[in-house]
């Protein structure tokens, strides 16, 4: 039975980048064989325009109903007056929480043809390949109670609560353990378990759950050190796991490791496997409408959602080799630019790694 996939390109430059995407699994559909069905839809601010509301119960619907969900980016200025309940990153946190995805990952790979990109020394990052995993539907940023609220004294004090049951953490590092068990077999838990009793516990389970995995190395980390070691030798790392907050600010720092934000993708799944595929990026509205967004981190976003939703590694390593390919021949959007390669927009780039996956 073929698959559907629902695609959301959502705002700022999302239309474009996914454009390209949809030309990529175009080309699989149709010179290939790959049995799947696009459907689309609004999310975010193009939602809110049409509908009011950043996701609306027809987008939810499409969502339930597909294998998996392609998504640009959401977002932008003109969308940044309304009230937090519609603005178009509900859009986003909404299909994350309505469909259970509570596994974000997040690869930080570097290619060698950009090694230079990186802020960091080439050797301290070139042939860099950590898989971060994140907890996405719990900890401190839906934990209760939660608010500003005024004491007797007339003084406001906001309130957060960092909280994970068990069954949250094992799921998480279960997630994370299979993953590595594909990769080098090594995981470092990150927690901050000499101060917080949450990641005490977190630090318990994990060990609990990777014992059940006699072949992998699994070790702990204090999420200070790890943000240095990230920096300092990022290549000690092959999976991370760790809790909401903490993956979101590790897993922006192993991006930017990699020297382009434009060429990272992400997916965010469920138990049943069905998941959300997304480049890290945002909506990048000052560069929106130029036709000079990187697609790859969206092409790339495919790849993985062809490996983790859909069952066809061999159609998502077509990808990946046609963008090394694309990579290889010199072809760069302006963001991944430098001397002696060719620059190209948003659709010539696009249309480069179709031809090359056509041609492989
Ligand atoms: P951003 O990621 O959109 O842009 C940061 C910088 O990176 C910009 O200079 C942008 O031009 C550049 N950039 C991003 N993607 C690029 C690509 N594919 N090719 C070339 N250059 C690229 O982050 P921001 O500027 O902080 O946020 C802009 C909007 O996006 C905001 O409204 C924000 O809320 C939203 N946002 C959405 C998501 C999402 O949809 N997942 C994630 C982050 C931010």
């Not at 069954?167 to 590092?173: F, G």
């Not at 983790?308 to 010199?330: C, F, K, M, N």
Request: glycine content about 10%.
């Amino acid at each position: 039975m073929s698959k559907t996939i629902l695609i959301l390109p959502g705002d700022g430059i999302g239309p474009e980048i996914v454009a390209e995407a949809v030309k990529v699994l175009a080309c699989l559909k149709q010179d290939f064989g790959l049995d799947i069905e696009l459907t689309d839809g609004l999310v975010g601010g193009a939602a809110y325009d049409a509908h009011g509301h950043p996701l609306p119960e027809q987008t939810l619907a499409l969502a339930r109903a597909s294998d998996a969900v392609l998504l640009g980016a959401v977002g932008g200025p003109k969308w940044e007056p309304l009230d937090i309940a519609v603005r178009p990153e509900k859009g986003l946190l909404g299909l994350r929480a309505e469909l259970g995805l509570f596994a974000n990952l997040r690869p930080a790979i570097l290619y060698p043809q950009l090694a230079d990109a990186s802020t960091l020394k080439p050797d301290v990052v070139s042939g860099l390949d950590i898989l971060i995993v994140r907890e996405l539907t719990g900890g401190i940023y839906f934990g209760r109670p939660r608010g500003v609220e005024t004491l007797a004294s007339g003084e406001r004090r906001g309130i957060n609560t960092l909280v994970y049951t068990e069954s949250e953490i094992e799921r998480i590092c279960r997630v994370a353990f299979d993953m590595a068990m594909k990769r080098g077999k090594r995981v470092c838990s990150v927690d901050k378990a000499n101060v917080l009793e949450c990641t005490e516990l977190w630090r318990e389970v994990a060990t609990r759950i990777g014992a059940e995995y006699p072949e992998l190395t699994l070790s702990h980390m204090y999420v200070d050190n790890a943000a240095m070691q990230l920096v300092r030798a990022p290549k000690q790392f092959d999976v991370m796991v760790t809790t909401n907050m903490f993956g979101d600010i590790l897993s922006d720092c192993a991006a930017m490791l990699t020297g382009s934000i434009g060429m990272l993708p992400s997916a965010s799944l469920n138990a049943d496997g069905q998941g959300m595929y997304e480049p890290i990026h945002g909506s990048a509205p000052d560069i929106a409408g130029q036709g000079v967004a990187n697609p790859l981190a969206t092409i790339l976003s495919v790849a993985m959602m062809l490996r983790y939703s859909l069952d066809e590694p061999t159609h998502a390593e077509r990808i990946e080799q046609a963008v090394s390919t694309v990579l290889d021949q010199g072809l760069r959007t302006a963001d991944i630019a430098s001397e002696g390669t060719t620059t190209v927009g948003t659709a010539a780039m696009g249309d480069a790694v179709v031809e090359a996956i056509r041609r492989a």
